[in-house]
């Protein structure tokens, strides 16, 4: 072997290595229902899906890694489900949707810790578009150091029980829950047609996010799942979306910040998912 070929096989194994380790950190976490459209009274199962593309496998975390699992039925009080589970190693995520009217599941995760050398560091911020955490990085001459970061997750899906109707006076698909980092839809999901504006805010903290990345996929009912938009969210955090017809939808955002200085990590990230369902049928 020639030292020139040496050195371009050690170049693509160094590139490989990058793309291997930017794809296993640079998940997405969502939560899928086995059904969106169900009558009332249906049981259904939510699944804990991790991956990129919106084609996830099941997620690896236990239950000490999940601080909220909450279900929010139109009209009610939101039911705590982390009860529900027995052990530590036990989550149950199938419940039973009674009322009808579009339902919201909420889960937040606690941090997870990783390092990432520099150059991996920096290939992974730029796949996600934090381009002001790779600006903060060269400000303060860490460019060549390892990235420290603490991750969480947060994760709401909706489901449509029986019909979905325009004039939804629960709004319960709208309501804000307190995550970390948050994506609000201002139009029901559900009730919409292929072409319809979706608007979704974006909050981090309570407060609105300008300039926040925001993707969303699609999953139609015969095609592979698709990138349809990645947006950046305007002064007042709202990005506005197409529908593109009926199938599965996935938006996704993630938002990095300085870590506090008593925590183990110079960056903290948080990932937010809002899946839901576009169905085929006129609506009213």
Known sequence: MTPKSTIIR?????????????TALANEFWLEPARFFVLPGATVHLRRL?????????????????????????????????????????????????????????LVTNNAFTTLPAEQFTAYLQAE???????????????GQPGREAYRRCAKTLIQVGPAAA?????????????????????????????????VRVLAEGRPVAGQPVRLWYRSPTSQPVLLHTLRSNQNGRVLFRISGPGEYLAGAVRMVAAPAAQSADWQSTWSTLTFGVSKQKRP
């Open 50 to 106: 991790t991956g990129q593309g919106f084609q996830g496998q099941a997620w690896g975390g236990r239950r000490n890694r999940v601080i909220q699992l909450l279900h929010y039925a139109p009209g009610a009080d939101p039911a705590n489900l982390l009860p529900l589970t027995t052990t530590t190693d036990t989550l149950a995520t199938t419940i039973t949707l009674r009322q009808p009217g579009t339902h919201m599941v909420a």
């Open 10 to 22: 050690s170049s693509l194994a160094g590139v490989v290595a990058v793309l291997i380790a930017t």
């Open 167 to 199: 004039a939804d006076t629960a709004r319960t698909w709208a309501r804000v829950v307190g995550q970390p980092l948050e994506l609000i839809p201002e139009q029901n999901p559900p009730t919409l047609a292929s072409g319809a504006g979706l608007t």
């Open 129 to 143: 578009g934090l381009d002001y955490v790779l600006a903060q990085r060269q400000q303060r001459g860490q460019t």
